[in-house]
């Protein structure tokens, strides 16, 4: 189990490295540019740029560093959702992470690892570039709630949970899910991820309402787990 840890905060050293390059690249692209998208490019751009430049610290730098400012620069997202179908049908669908591409048109792809770890790439809004982190699912309650973070070096810090609740006498579910973030490099890193929450929020209410029309409409076939 832990090697598979290992593996992926290998990797995500990998990928601070090309978020640099990738923010400085999309900065670069967004000063050529007249279109309306060159401000995005440009947040990104930075965004990524300070994210990569912040992961070069050790991760006991990383740790302090966050328990210092971690209470400013946690920025939360909230959402909730009645799906018109079974709770358990809604919870399965949605455990099996290698579903999730499949209605989430955003998230090009999840491979999950094992059981707790899986690695996942979401296409950012206009295509303008991706985003790849990796994660675990730190908590459990099957039928009810699932809790995940990244791991460490990952090109976005996040974390949340999403719940799933009986609702319309039981023929419905309420899900609700709640995800936060860490802007990177304090202030400025802040006004940045701040920009960002409004479109990451309506990124999240529109991927949720996706899977609600995917699940109504569709009956319930699911890709079969991999054999961990």
């Not at 992926?8 to 999309?26: E, F, N, Y």
């Not at 740790?63 to 400012?69: L, M």
């Not at 079974?86 to 919870?91: A, I, K, L, S």
């Not at 070096?153 to 799933?164: E, L, P, R, T, V």
Request: with cysteine; aromatic share 10%; net charge positive.
């Amino acid at each position: 189990m832990h090697s598979n840890r290992d593996k992926l905060m290998s990797a995500a050293s990998g990928q601070r490295l090309a978020s640099v390059v990738g923010g400085i690249m999309l900065i670069g692209s967004a000063f050529n540019e007249n279109s309306s998208r060159r401000f995005l490019k440009a947040a990104v751009g930075c965004y990524l740029t300070f994210k990569g430049i912040a992961g070069r610290r050790t991760m006991g730098e990383m740790y302090r560093s966050f328990e210092k400012v971690a209470a400013g620069r946690t920025l939360n997202i909230r959402v909730s959702m009645v799906i018109n179908k079974p709770r358990e049908e809604v919870y399965n669908m949605w455990r099996n992470l290698s579903n999730l591409p499949l209605f989430m048109k955003h998230l090009r792809q999840v491979d999950e690892q094992d059981e707790l770890y899986s690695n996942w790439v979401m296409e950012l809004p206009g295509k303008i570039g991706t985003l790849q982190w990796h994660a675990e699912i730190v908590k459990e309650r099957y039928g009810e709630m699932i809790a995940w973070q990244s791991l460490p070096g990952s090109s976005i810090d996040n974390a949340g949970k999403i719940g799933f609740r009986d609702s319309l006498g039981g023929q419905g579910t309420t899900v609700d899910v709640v995800f936060t973030y860490h802007a990177p490099l304090g202030k400025a890193g802040e006004q940045i991820a701040r920009l960002f929450t409004p479109v990451t929020k309506r990124l999240i209410e529109e991927e949720i309402r996706e899977f609600k029309n995917f699940v109504e409409t569709h009956e319930t076939v699911l890709i079969p787990r991999s054999q961990f």
